[in-house]
Every structure is written in structure tokens, then in C-alpha cells.
């Protein structure tokens, strides 16, 4: 996807992760364009009318009763910028700040907002220049929206701040002039309109949403891999069973498995070599299956939320009648709160909740592969030579780690709340708090599925030998064969110790770029 087109109404998260992680262009809407210009005409007649308007006439939160004059409204606009830029800790990744970027300039393309297209088209000209505003991770309450993340966002904007140009950071007043851009100097109700809004919280949380649907399918990948190496009982994803729970996910996780696995020459049925096997092999569509639901949850809530309008107040024009003389009435201008994150907080809380199993029973697989009592006559640890080496042993240390670390994260952000503003701002959502646990759960997920993979593809290995099989890639089942491939062809087999984060890192970053995900078909 070479170009993403912004008109307030059909972002969805494949062409949000177009622009964010694949560098596609961005272009304004021209019926957009005609929308933001007419709420802005709303905006600059309450300001020559000297109307008091929230946000456009008045200052801001416990200071709504303090009268702005036009002379000082520009400088209002500057300074509520500079003032709310108090980010802490690690810049946000390039991409989450991409994602942020190109979600306030949809928003704002709605037009309701009361914001020049001029402003909106050189926060679309930074992202086609490559220009990354340096915002801190931490520091956003989710209500009045992520105001420190979106103010160090618009610093860049009017020449101040600092941002990334390829890879390096700089002063924002030198990343514009590389790419031929003036600073803006804001006008009435534009400094509010950049930072009043919920773009911090949903852009790590699309991009974590995204990334789930991805661990799914390799959480299942990988789960079918240890299926097959510890002979499991296929009669546990027969449709029936699963038809009668009426659950969709864990439908379509059976449906999942059985193809995943059709074909191996490993896998036994009830009675051959034992009744029934436990719990994380044979309950594997009801424990992914229940992620898959709520992942399937999440992304369609943060799907209605990329095309959201979430600032205060909101410009709603009067009708135009081409036939009538100017109306008295230039269209209302409402406050409310669609800048409370709370629509995104409690599915962040949820989706980190629900990739945090998917790791845990990954870990508990892991447990099975290495332990020579639950493993189905494979070598302690994974290892032909245990003793001298330790195989495998330290793999499920470190992922039972990952696994106890998620289970500390996934406790929920969003039941917190601690007023601000003197009280104004009296309930608020830690969304944005919830979106970057739960994308730290994700990646700490994906080290544990990499963890089960390359330990599963060991375990195949060590099955082979045992078979007598010169490879195992012909007893494995057609759609599984892929994915073993590709882990073989980054990490070989392990005959002997040898420094092992590299093999796991190699192996992670073949389930964190996709590579694992894309052998699903």
C-alpha cells in the first residue's frame, strides 16, 4: 500500500499500519479540506463576535471562566502547547508516533473541529517527510485525552521540540527546514484541536491489536508444532465438541488445529497411546479460542475509535441554504467529552489479559517439551547428552519469567483514576497506560511463543532421530512443515550447548515481523 487517503470516516487498522510501519504517503481528503473550512469559519466568527465559546474565546480546564481576548488568543494557542508538553521516560517508537500523528489528522478531517486545513496539511507533510516528533511514553492521564503525548506532537508543528529525521534527533525547527516546512503559528481553538483527543492511547493500542491478531496465529502455529512432537490425541478438536459450547473463538480455533494438523503422521487418537492428553493440548481452542474472541472485541471497538472525533468542544455548522441570506446563527459549538479514554482503556486492560494467556499456556507447553515425565519418552530437557549439557533447561526459566512479569502487567489500569485540573478533570481513564501494558505484554507473548518454536522444532528433531527419520519435515502435517522451515532455515538444531539468546532472539523476530504469522495459510 503505496498511498492512504484521510477523510475522517474509512481508516481501518491495515492502512493505519500502512502508514505508521510501511511508510505509505498520506493525502488529505479534498471533501475533507471543504469540511474543516467550513467549521472553521464557526471558529473565527465566535472569535470576531467576541462569543464565549469554550476553548476558543476562554482558557482551558479550571481556567473555562477566564475570558481570552483575540489579541492574546495566539498566544494562548502557543503556550497551551509548551505548557502541556510533560512527557516522561523513552520517546515512543517511530511508529507508534506515526500512527498518533496520522490518527489526529483523521480526526481533525472530520470537521468538527474548528481547525485551519493549513494546520492539518503540515502534520501530513511532516509524516510524508519522515519527520517523527520525539514524544515521551509516559505521562498521559487518557482524559482530558493523551494532552502531553499530542502537545509534544504539536511542538514540532510550530518549530519547537525535538523529533527524529532518519534516525536522528534534532531540534523540531531544524526537521522542518530539511524538509522545506515553516513553523505554524496557531490561531484560536488550534492548539486544543492538536492535543484534545485520544491519539496516543489508540495508536499503541491499534498497533498492539494488530500485533494480537499476529500472535494468535503464531501462538497456534507453534502450539500445533508441540502438538504433533508430543503425539497428541486429535479426536479433542472434533467440530461437535465445540459446536456445543457455541463460543466463536474457540469454533474457530478447533477449526484452526484440525487444519493446522491434518496430515502429520505424529499425531494419535483416543486409545492409541493413551485416553486423553492435558489440559494445554487438548483445551488449546478454548484457551486461544477465548484470546481469539477478545482480540476479534478489541479490534473492532479501536476500529470505530481511528475514525473518531475526540476533542472539545466540537463545531457543529449550521446547514448551508445556498439560497438564503447569512445566518444570524453560525452553528452550534458544544462541549463535551469525547476526549475520555475510557472506550479504550477497559479493551486495553482485556487485550492484555488475553495475549498474556496465550503466553502462559505457550510456557506450560514448554514445561511439557523439556520434562521427561510429561514428555512422552523425549530427552530431558531436549538434550541427548544431559548432564554435560543443559539442553533446553534454562528456555522454560526464562520463559516462566516472561510469563510471571505479564501477569503483574495485565493487572488493569483503567479501575485507577486520579483527578486533575483542581478537581475539573475529576475522573480519568489511564488508557494510555493500559495500551503500552499491554503492548509489553505482546512482546514479552511473542518471546514465549518463539520460546515454545524453537524448543517444539527441537523436540521434532529428537523425534525423528527417535523414528529413525532422516528429517521430520516429511511426518510433519503440510501447513506446519512451513513454519518449521523457516525457523530452521534462522536456528539449527541443537546437538550440543551453546550460547542460546541469539537462537531466541533469531526466532523472535520471526514471530515479531510476521514471518512465523504468514505461514498460516
Known amino acids: 500500500m503505496d498511498e492512504v487517503r484521510l477523510d475522517g470516516c474509512s481508516l481501518t487498522l491495515e492502512t493505519l499500519v500502512a502508514v505508521a510501519r510501511g511508510g505509505a504517503k498520506v493525502l488529505l481528503d479534498e471533501d475533507a479540506i471543504l469540511r474543516m473550512e467550513t467549521s472553521r469559519a464557526v471558529v473565527e466568527r465566535c472569535v470576531e463576535e467576541q462569543l464565549v465559546r469554550y476553548g476558543i474565546t476562554t482558557g482551558f480546564g479550571k481556567f473555562c471562566n477566564v475570558v481570552i481576548s483575540k489579541q492574546d488568543n495566539a498566544v494562548l494557542q502557543k503556550n497551551l502547547i509548551m505548557s502541556h508538553a510533560c512527557g516522561q521516560g523513552n520517546p515512543l517508537p517511530a511508529a507508534a508516533v506515526r500512527a498518533m500523528m496520522t490518527l489526529r489528522a483523521n480526526a481533525l478531517a472530520v470537521g468538527n473541529s474548528g481547525i485551519r486545513p493549513k494546520v492539518v496539511g503540515q502534520l501530513v507533510d511532516m509524516l510524508n517527510a519522515g519527520i517523527v516528533p520525539v514524544v515521551p511514553e509516559k505521562g498521559s492521564l487518557g482524559a482530558s485525552g493523551d494532552l502531553a503525548p499530542l502537545a509534544h506532537m504539536a511542538l514540532v508543528i510550530i518549530g519547537l521540540g525535538e523529533a527524529y529525521v532518519a534516525g536522528e534527533r534534532m531540534p523540531g525547527s531544524k526537521a522542518l527546514a530539511l524538509a522545506g516546512l515553516r513553523p505554524i503559528e496557531l490561531e484560536a481553538k488550534e ?247 499491554a503492548a509489553s505484554i505482546i512482546e514479552n507473548a511473542q518471546r514465549v511463543v518463539a520460546m515454545e518454536l524453537a524448543a517444539a522444532c527441537q523436540a521434532l528433531d529428537l523425534r525423528a532421530i527417535q523414528m529413525g527419520l532422516p528429517s521430520i519435515e516429511a511426518a510433519l502435517s503440510p501447513r506446519t512443515a512451513p513454519a518449521y522451515k523457516v525457523v530452521r532455515a534462522a536456528v539449527g538444531r541443537l546437538d550440543g550447548d551453546r550460547v542460546m539468546y541469539p537462537d531466541l532472539d533469531a526466532v523472535f523476530r520471526l514471530v515479531a515481523d510476521g514471518c512465523v504469522a504468514d505461514c498460516w495459510e
Open 191 to 437: 492548539g486544543l484541536a492538536l492535543i484534545n483527543g485520544t491519539q496516543a492511547m489508540t495508536a499503541v493500542g491499534a498497533l498492539a491489536a494488530w500485533d494480537a491478531l499476529a500472535l494468535y496465529r503464531s501462538a497456534s502455529i507453534a502450539s500445533a508444532l508441540t502438538f504433533q512432537a508430543l503425539r497428541g490425541i486429535v479426536d479433542a478438536f472434533d467440530p461437535r465438541i465445540h459446536e456445543l459450547r457455541r463460543q466463536p473463538g474457540q469454533i474457530a480455533c478447533a477449526a484452526d488445529l484440525r487444519r493446522l494438523v491434518e496430515g502429520s503422521a505424529l499425531t494419535t487418537r483416543q486409545g492409541e497411546q493413551r485416553v486423553q492428553d492435558p489440559y494445554v493440548l487438548r483445551c488449546i481452542p478454548q484457551i486461544h479460542g477465548a484470546s481469539l474472541d477478545a482480540i476479534g472485541y478489541i479490534s473492532k471497538v479501536v476500529g470505530a475509535e481511528l475514525n473518531a472525533v475526540t476533542d472539545n468542544p466540537l463545531i457543529f455548522p449550521a446547514p448551508a441554504d445556498p439560497g438564503a441570506p447569512p445566518s444570524a446563527d453560525p452553528g452550534d459549538i458544544i462541549s463535551g467529552g469525547n476526549f475520555h479514554g475510557q472506550p479504550i482503556a477497559l479493551p486495553m486492560d482485556f487485550l492484555g489479559i488475553a495475549c498474556a494467556e496465550l503466553a502462559n499456556v505457550g510456557e506450560r507447553r514448554i514445561e511439557r517439551l523439556v520434562n521427561p515425565a510429561l514428555s512422552e519418552g523425549l530427552p530431558a530437557f531436549l538434550t541427548t547428552s544431559g548432564g554435560i549439557n543443559s539442553g533446553f533447561m534454562i528456555v522454560q526459566y526464562a520463559a516462566a519469567a516472561l510469563v510471571s512479569e505479564n501477569k503483574v502487567l495485565a493487572r488493569p489500569a483503567s479501575v485507577d483514576s486520579i483527578p486533575s485540573s483542581a478537581n475539573q478533570e475529576d475522573h480519568v481513564s489511564m488508557g494510555t497506560i493500559a495500551a503500552r501494558k
